[in-house]
Nanobody, 127 residues
């Protein structure tokens, strides 16, 4: 079993920044892919970003490209999402997700390829 705990959410004004963290614990794997998703009430969970084990490969949703940066520190078992130039439409509950195994490129945007999910952290951006 793998546990994921997100932190760093909060209330900010448009144009400001936040950094989300996701701590991974539990069963160990030789490599794993991490992703960030977000969801607002009444809508499906939406892909935000993903990162390979080495960090050499990343993939972003078009809506956040150039504003958000995903990174990881494997020594700390933590993945980050740096969110800059936040917009009111970025308001959502943000979830981190874990996938054991290899990087799957564009398929990392699919909910179904992830094995474990965190509980989420709320991000609210006021205009």
């Amino acid at each position: 079993q793998v546990q994921l705990v997100e932190s760093g959410g909060g209330l900010v004004q448009a144009g400001e920044s936040l950094r989300l963290s996701c701590a991974v614990s539990g069963r160990t794997f030789s490599s794993y892919v991490m992703g960030w998703f977000r969801q607002t009430p009444g809508k499906e969970r939406e892909f935000v970003a993903a990162i390979s084990w080495s960090g050499s490969a990343t993939y972003y949703a078009d809506s956040v490209k150039g504003r958000f940066t995903i990174s990881r520190d494997n020594a700390k078992n933590t993945v980050y999402l740096q969110m800059n130039s936040l917009r009111p439409e970025d308001t959502a509950v943000y979830y981190c997700a874990f996938r054991s195994g290899i990087w799957m490129g564009i398929h990392q945007k699919e909910n179904g390829v992830y094995n474990y999910w965190g509980q989420g952290t709320q991000v609210t951006v006021s205009s």
